[in-house]
């Protein structure tokens, strides 16, 4: 019994150690990206690769063969999925991408329109339509480019006219617009944003020049006081130097009045030398009043075109001023628009969204009906909000340039205020220096 239960457990361990380890499994590399091809095509100058593709044979051979396959299936993969057995299990985003790329024209690298688009994907090889829906949706777009393109130039690229009427009878989501997959996104938004972001570069703008003009009226404000005490110490001198000539010609006088008196034992000739002389004193002295009295007018006329220079300069920046605050209130208008717009856009996409439930969802596209008149009102009503904003950038671009303009303009006055307080402070030079020689002399 012993030994027969020592056989079964021999060969009980026989078998549990004849089970093989469960292997592990071997992890791959994924799928390719196209890595490898990317950094050979950077190396090269032309950034191109290097392939060799013989006149006699359609295969491209030599050692960038292996790149060049790599980089047609990183295509392939990118534009049309792996996995299906035929080109209807293609999608119709990549099938609409394939064909644009295909249909672009190989001198300017353009891509054919909305329009034209359309009628290549949804267009049989006989040139009937896929639906009469699809032919519906054609002849509105049609009629829409007609009235658009009336009043246009000839020679104008009429691919964005198209394009914009195409969207505005397709209509668009809040991401991508209807019939084109979502390759292509809306504008609305964008702009919307790129709107806002200039408005609060003006409003800086418009901050740094309120600290401009301000530091502006201190300087003209001290510019006017130093005006105001050059011209009371004009005065005060000018009081002086009569009180002193006033004074010179009372104690000239006294003395030829004692000089001239019987009484005084002087000689004749001395009385003579004294009269000489005083009468030389009063011819000088007039001679310097006179001088004076000219230095004095012709200061005061340099000082009265100073003042004029200087209203006339605080009429411009008062001018300036009133430019700059229209400029502000232009800045608030368009920020108050855009927020309306704003508000209108969510209003505008909540409509949508309740068109859209309202819908029935269809299977194929064969099924498809025409677009119901609530979801075209809706397209147009966003138009039409697309339409204003570019209005309102419009506007805003005018608001720039009558910004810069003012800038250049309170540039030119500030270079003109500093030349003035250039010009006053020599002229207060010279007129201390002319106030005060006649009195040294006398």
Not at 157 to 173: H, L, R, S, T, Y
Request: overall charge positive; hydrophobic content about 30%; aromatic content about 4%.
């Amino acid at each position: 019994m012993m030994k027969n239960m020592h056989i079964s457990n021999d060969n009980e361990t026989t078998d549990v150690s004849a089970i093989p380890p469960p292997e592990k499994k071997r992890k791959g590399r994924g799928k390719t990206t196209g890595l490898s091809s990317q950094k050979k095509r950077k190396k090269n100058d032309n950034g191109k690769l290097k392939v060799i593709i013989p006149p006699d044979r359609t295969v491209a051979v030599g050692p960038g063969a292996k790149d060049f396959i790599t980089e047609l299936s990183v295509k392939v993969l990118h534009n049309a999925r792996h996995g299906v057995k035929n080109w209807k299990g293609v999608p119709d985003l990549a099938k609409n991408r394939i064909v644009a790329y295909t249909l672009r024209n190989t001198t300017t690298g353009k891509e054919p329109n909305f329009q034209k688009l359309w009628e290549i994907t949804h267009m049989k090889p006989n040139g009937q339509w896929v639906t009469s829906a699809s032919a519906e949706v054609n002849d509105k777009v049609k009629d829409v480019i007609a009235e658009k393109i009336q009043d246009i130039d000839e020679g104008t690229d009429v691919d964005p006219i198209i394009n914009a009427a195409f969207v505005q009878i397709m209509g668009e989501k809040s991401k991508y617009i209807l019939g084109k997959g979502s390759g292509i996104n809306s504008a609305s938004r964008i702009s919307r944003n790129e709107i806002q972001e200039q408005l609060r570069a003006q409003q800086k703008e418009a901050e740094e020049e309120r600290y401009k003009r301000e530091s502006v009226d201190i300087k003209l404000m001290e510019v006017k006081n130093q005006l105001e005490e050059e011209r009371k110490n004009r005065e005060v001198m000018e009081f002086r130097l009569v009180h002193d000539q006033k004074l010179l010609k009372e104690s000239m006088m006294v003395l030829v009045s004692h000089l001239k008196n019987p009484k005084n034992d002087l000689p004749a000739s001395i009385f003579n030398i004294f009269t000489t002389s005083t009468t030389s004193n009063e011819t000088s002295s007039a001679c310097l009043m006179n001088n004076n009295w000219e230095d004095l007018h012709v200061k005061k006329n340099q000082e009265s075109r100073m003042q004029k220079v200087l209203d006339n300069l605080k009429d411009v920046l008062n001018f300036e001023k009133q430019n700059l605050e229209m400029a502000i209130y232009d800045c608030d208008k368009f920020n108050t628009l855009c927020n309306e717009k704003d508000v209108e856009l969510k209003d505008a996409l909540t409509e949508k969204r309740n068109l859209e439930m309202r819908l029935p969802k269809l299977s194929s596209q064969g099924s498809k009906k025409t677009t119901p008149k609530e979801l075209i009102d809706a397209n147009n009503q966003v138009f039409d909000k697309i339409h204003e904003e570019l209005k309102a950038r419009c506007m805003l671009r005018t608001a720039e340039e009558t910004k810069k303009r003012l800038l250049s303009e309170k540039s030119s006055l500030e270079e003109k205020i500093v030349e003035i307080e250039k010009k006053k402070s020599s002229e207060i030079c010279f007129l201390n220096i002319s106030c005060f020689t006649p009195s040294s002399k006398s």
